[in-house]
Nanobody
């Protein structure tokens, strides 16, 4: 049974930083491409970051490039999303996910196999 559990969300002010964690169990996280997505009410889940298995290459949309950093500690089987210079528009529920299929598109939420329960991030202006 694969489980992903996010933590680290909270209420911060614009310009502050947060680090989200994603603890994996039931599988070595290194076997999967790890992704972070976010969602606000009434909107589809939005791609935020991904770390490709094997190569370790990272991917970000323009909206977070230079501010967010995805990483993973294989010894702890835990992934992270470091978020700096937070903006009110970053407010959302953040989810981590694991993608095992080599043919999956890492920016597409529908292609991910496992999801965490989400953690709320609120950025006040």
């Amino acid at each position: 049974q694969v489980q992903l559990v996010e933590s680290g969300g909270g209420l911060v002010q614009a310009g502050d930083s947060l680090r989200l964690s994603c603890a994996a169990s039931g599988m070595p996280f290194s076997l999967a491409t790890m992704g972070w997505f976010r969602q606000t009410p009434g909107k589809e889940r939005e791609f935020v970051a991904a770390l490709r298995r094997g190569t370790g290459r990272t991917y970000y949309p323009d909206s977070v490039t230079g501010r967010f950093t995805i990483s993973r500690d294989d010894a702890k089987n835990t992934g992270y999303l470091q978020m700096n210079s937070l903006k009110p528009e970053d407010t959302a529920v953040y989810y981590c996910a694991a993608l095992f299929r080599s043919t999956g598109d890492l920016i597409q939420a529908k292609d991910y196999d496992y999801w965490g329960q989400g953690t709320q991030v609120t950025v006040s202006s």
